[in-house]
Nanobody, 121 residues
Framework: VQLQASGGGLVQAGGSLRLSCAAS????????LGWFRQAPGKEREFVAA????????NYADSVKGRFTISRDNPKNTVYLQMNSLKPEDTAVYYC???????????????WGPGTLVTVSS
């Protein structure tokens, strides 16, 4: 499966953005999807993940209650709704796909190019 994230941009602290990740390929609905982010000078970190059916989700503590991951299998798209954004959310955001909704970067085999989110204070 090939992935393409979009929806990044510049937003003020407290604002919202919705990221999208469009997938190509016929097996999208069989994959778990994850969102990760990488800030300048830092390692890539887990943000959120969703199971193939959408029934199970998982979030990093730093975004819990502010971010929501969802998916639309007929549209081959996964979303990340980000509310109450903080300057520390500034990063390049990546979507990734694998068989299981892991929180670990190394367990995802399929990655798309990232989209930059910048939150100004």
């Amino acid at each position: 499966v090939q992935l393409q994230a979009s929806g990044g941009g510049l937003v003020q602290a407290g604002g919202s953005l919705r990221l999208s990740c469009a997938a190509s390929g016929q097996s999208f609905s069989t994959y778990a999807l994850g969102w990760f982010r990488q800030a300048p000078g830092k390692e890539r970190e887990f943000v959120a993940a969703i199971s193939w059916s959408g029934a199970s989700t998982n979030y990093a503590d730093s975004v819990k209650g502010r971010f929501t991951i969802s998916r639309d299998n007929p549209k081959n798209t996964v979303y990340l709704q980000m509310n109450s954004l903080k300057p520390e959310d500034t990063a390049v955001y990546y979507c990734a796909a694998d068989l299981y909704a892991s929180t670990k970067t190394g367990e995802y085999d399929n990655w798309g190019p990232g989209t930059l989110v910048t939150v100004s204070s």
